[in-house]
């Protein structure tokens, strides 16, 4: 008998072709989608404003909700934004050493401390850190205070993060946990959510404390009025209040006799929130303020 081999190499060619492919190359397309798609979801995990660490209070986590409502509002950074009358976005102003901030008078935005006075505002009913970054800050509400060496272990959601000196505080955001952070960066940009950035510049974070103040309360009054880091005119300045200030003092003693604006006393208050001292004349009240304790060390 003959063979057909033309009808037998038909059907050798026809059953290659039926023959299911190698698990790796049916398996190759999943991956290549896999890694495709893998890139934007990790963009977006990264871009996830919200709470991201336990361990915060309740009025703590309303304010990082506050600020991620404006990051997810698509909302401007604006020079000055966020300092108005009351809390809330504001359209901001040119600032003379940024190009980028020519059309903040045409956005409603906020600025960094702008926006932290608004997150707190609505997590607490209140307008407890009116002021910029600095009297943000050095608040009279710290609950506690870290040092750029403590690094982000110590830091719950909601806690203050500050960049710049002691003089000048130029910089400051909202913690989420997780080593991130919400800002208001600079004019150009919108708000963000953000890898905080522990360089050179960072200069430590503040938990707000929401309830009632603790401690002997003053205010201070006149401006361009310096802290010392001793008590005496003579010692390194701290910080200087830029407009009348409320302060908490912890003990005061008599020191280095000042004469100013007018006043003379010797009377000196330790500042607690500033590591720092000032003349008992800058402080409202009598050269003595009354029920404050004498400084033992």
């Known amino acids: 008998m003959r063979h057909r081999p033309g009808l037998i190499s038909t059907l050798l060619a026809a059953l290659a072709l039926w023959a299911p492919l190698p698990a790796t190359a049916a398996g190759a397309p999943p991956?290549?989608?896999?890694?495709?798609?893998?890139?934007?979801?990790?963009?977006?995990a990264e871009?996830?404003?919200a709470v991201l660490a336990p361990g915060a209070s309740a009025t703590a986590?309303?304010?990082v909700a506050a600020a991620c409502a404006q990051v997810a509002a698509d909302v401007w950074y604006t020079w000055g934004g966020g300092h108005g009358p009351r809390p809330g976005p504001t359209y901001g102003k040119v600032d003379p050493d940024d190009p980028a901030s020519a059309h903040d008078p045409e956005r409603l935005g906020f600025d960094c401390s702008g926006l932290v006075r608004h997150a707190y505002a609505?997590?607490?009913?209140?307008?407890?850190?009116?002021?910029?970054?600095?009297?943000?800050?050095?608040?009279?509400?710290?609950?506690?205070r870290f040092t750029a060496g403590q690094g982000l272990t110590p830091l719950l959601p909601g806690d203050?993060?500050?960049?710049?000196?002691?003089?000048?505080?130029?910089?400051?955001?909202?913690?989420l946990g997780a080593g991130r952070m919400v800002e208001a960066r600079q004019s150009g940009t919108k708000l963000?959510?953000?890898d905080v950035r522990l360089d050179s510049n960072y200069f430590g974070a503040v938990r707000v404390n929401t309830g009632p103040v603790t401690g002997h309360v003053f205010r201070t009054w006149g401006t361009g009025?310096?802290?010392?880091?001793?008590?005496?005119?003579?010692?390194?300045?701290?910080?200087?209040?830029?407009?009348p200030t409320t302060i908490r003092v912890e003990c005061q003693k008599h020191a280095e006799l000042v004469t100013s604006d007018g006043y003379t006393n010797d009377a000196w208050s330790y500042?607690?929130?500033y590591k720092a001292w000032v003349t008992n004349i800058y402080i409202q009240g009598p050269a003595w303020l009354d029920g404050v304790p004498v400084c033992t060390s």
């Not at 607490?124 to 609950?143: E, F, K, N, P």
């Not at 000196?165 to 910089?171: D, E, N, W």
């Not at 009025?225 to 407009?243: D, E, I």
């Open 122 to 144: 609505e997590a607490t009913g209140s307008d407890i850190l009116d002021g910029v970054a600095s009297a943000q800050y050095y608040t009279h509400r710290a609950a506690e």
């Open 271 to 273: 500042l607690p929130d």
């Open 61 to 63: 986590e309303r304010a």
């Open 225 to 243: 009025v310096w802290t010392k880091a001793q008590p005496s005119t003579r010692a390194a300045r701290v910080y200087a209040f830029p407009q």
């Open 47 to 49: 871009s996830i404003c």
């Open 160 to 175: 203050l993060l500050a960049w710049g000196t002691s003089q000048h505080l130029r910089h400051i955001a909202i913690y």
């Open 31 to 44: 991956m290549a989608g896999a890694a495709a798609t893998g890139a934007p979801r990790a963009a977006a």
């Open 192 to 194: 963000m959510v953000s």
